[in-house]
């Protein structure tokens, strides 16, 4: 479990998680700013998909919840590549009512703080459609920069949609101050 000022990231369950995952990809608009092409829509096939992630070595997917044990959201390192020390950052907070409240930046640093001071990585990029820009304003924050476009990357909503690249180096983050 890996604390910050507003969260905890901890891991995925079944059991405890599911239900609001399911929702928020179904109802609150999450799948909408996903750059995942087949997102779990259904109860048994997100069971699947959150059983599937504890077998997989290069990656570290958390639940986001409120240090009063409010499931909120979704932090994670993907495609983690233990040669080259880097991984790919994603986030989501669900509930449109909790979004706006720091639970996404804090959740932000405390996956950086976890990336970079226990898995030992020097670079994490993430990948955002471009006009989702809470996300890009949120990574900027901690010091994520700008660093590329796929155009017309991805169909979503009707149309083809550009993805921003976005990078945190090590040092970047640490001159932030988030590191704390």
């Known amino acids: 479990m890996w604390e910050g000022a507003k969260i905890r990231l901890v891991p995925m369950c079944v059991e405890k998680h599911c239900d609001n995952y399911v929702e928020w990809m179904n109802g ?4 909408d700013w996903m750059i995942m092409s087949e997102l779990p829509t259904t109860w048994h096939e997100m069971k699947v998909w959150l059983e599937k992630r504890g077998s997989i070595k290069n990656e570290a997917r958390f639940a986001i919840e409120t240090l009063d044990g409010r499931h909120v959201g979704s932090a994670s390192l993907q495609q983690i590549d233990w040669f080259n020390r880097t991984a790919i950052s994603g986030l989501f907070i669900g509930p449109t009512a909790e979004r706006g409240k720091g639970y996404g930046l804090d959740a932000a640093m ?3 703080k976890y990336a970079f001071e226990v898995l ?16 890009i304003s949120l990574l900027e924050k901690i010091g994520y920069k700008k660093c590329g476009c796929k155009p017309a990357f991805i169909w979503k909503r009707g149309e083809f949609k550009d993805v921003t690249i976005l990078a945190l180096s090590k040092e970047d983050w640490e001159s932030t101050g988030c590191a704390g």
């Open 120 to 135: 030992g990585l020097r670079m994490i990029y993430s990948e955002v459609l471009a006009d989702n820009v809470a996300i």
């Open 110 to 112: 405390v996956r950086s």
């Open 28 to 31: 609150d608009g999450v799948g």
